[in-house]
């Protein structure tokens, strides 16, 4: 049919996905995005990012108006927890989101297609949706179909007690004693936001530290913050099971070194042990598209998959779970594919962890340079030296700037502090532009910011901060 003939077809409306299509359209090429969900915009916009982040805020000012407003001189009553309302915030904010989508699609020209999608050899895509089958045919097809939770053997999901990050986002009530499975990102999110609605939370982690991959002074720092809020940190735990009872969830552990096993009950598990890449009913075994040991789609440097004319971006290939990177990578396909020069630069993805107070890193960790070999300079600046911070009664943290001893290029940074996502920005640009510890260091900063602070660490980086 003439009329599902496009010059790209994309699968999957995430960020990698949605922001690629729109970028491509935006070129002048005719695309068509493929999405089996109801609603468009993926795992961020309906399960992940953007509903974890409104309950992220609301908990936090919950928790605040219990704990924090006291020291300001501001009184409060009684404070109530209205939960079904705060749902339905988050509820509102995704729907807001997702809905903006089909406009976007509208006015870029983006054809919207429902339906699950499946690769039929280069250049076909059979969708399978409410009307039935339907081929779409292109001279590209750009894969981004993002990622699902990974199952953790011995623990069975049931939806109910024993979930995953999608229903942790949305219990109906506050559960009297959760156990996150994973210090990870996720666990150490939701952990925060049902710990601070009233929760005993308890956090196993099969490693030693939580955060793996984390700058290790800033995970040290941030297990101390996160066990003084009262979330309890348990690593060097394997879980080995969960039996549901009634109204309860028994979950084995074994003691990593020793062995010893131990059991912990409570009322909700939610396990957290990271994601894996989602190519279910995708035929890529059929159309001879790559994947490696861990199922992500192999792609080389311009995301081409070992099938010619079909690529993959985001969740679903190698490289940190992000929505950023995810769509930076459709922004840089989309130009590949329209003769420019689109390009991610993967030493300067920035990771933020919205917990309170927020972690934030840009490049390469302190033991990452170590094992390298690659010389380098420190420096480093507390949060409780900082006008600003000490007006906003957030005290705790750390800004780290790692650069590079005889160029001074900055190498990497770990915020760990209040507004470290915002923060975080200015050093990702230094690290895009090749800038040294002494560009940033002759850049003026408001007073009082918190970005003095990061300054500061710049200038401690050859040791002339002023207020250290
Ligand atoms: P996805 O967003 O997973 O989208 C893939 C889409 O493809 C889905 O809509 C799916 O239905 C569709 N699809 C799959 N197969 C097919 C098919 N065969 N046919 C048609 N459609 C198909 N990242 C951040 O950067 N910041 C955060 O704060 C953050 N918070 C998160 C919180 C949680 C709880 C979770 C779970 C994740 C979070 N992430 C965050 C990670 C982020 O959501 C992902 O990195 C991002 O969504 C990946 O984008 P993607 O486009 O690759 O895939
Ligand atoms: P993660 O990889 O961040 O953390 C998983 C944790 O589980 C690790 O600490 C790991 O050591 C631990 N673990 C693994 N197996 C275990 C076991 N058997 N017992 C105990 N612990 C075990 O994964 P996640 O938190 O599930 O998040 C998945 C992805 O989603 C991440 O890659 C992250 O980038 C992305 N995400 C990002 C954000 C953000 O950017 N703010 C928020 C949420 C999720």
Redesign the pocket.
Known sequence: MADDRYDLIV????????VCAIRAAQLGLRVAC????KT??????????I???ALLESSERYAAVEHALGEHGVEVGKVRLDLAKMMERKRGIVDDLVSGIPMLFKKNRVVDVR????IDGAGTVV?TGEDGERTLSADAIVI??????APLRGVDFDGERVV???E??SFEEVPGHLVVVGAG??GL??GSVWRRLGSKVTVLEYLDEILPGTDAEIARLARKVFTDQGIEIVTGAAVQSAKVSRKKVTVGWKEREGGAERTVSCDRVLVAVG?RP?????GCDEAGIERDERGRIRVGEDYQTSLDGVYA????IAG????????DE?IAIAELLAGQQGHVTYDAIP??I?THPEIASVGRTQEQLEEAGVAFKRGRYKFNHNGRAMALGDRTGLVKILAHAETGRILGAHVLGARAGDLIAEIVLAIEMGATAEDVARTVHAHPTLSEIVREAVLDVDRRSIHQ
């Not at 699968?11 to 949605?18: Q, T």
């Not at 493929?34 to 969900?37: F, L, N």
């Not at 339906?115 to 499946?118: F, S, V």
């Not at 989602?278 to 995708?282: A, P």
């Open positions: 699968i999957g409306s995430g960020p990698g996905g949605y493929v999405e089996k969900d468009l915009g993926g795992t961020c916009l309906n399960v992940g990012c509903p974890s982040k339906g699950h999608g499946r969708v981004a179909t993002g990622s699902e939770p995953t990050s999608t942790a986002l990102v996720i999110e939701l994601r989602f190519t279910d009913g995708l971006i985001g969740d679903v940190p779970m992000l929505a950023h990177k995810a769509s459709g990771s933020v919205y």
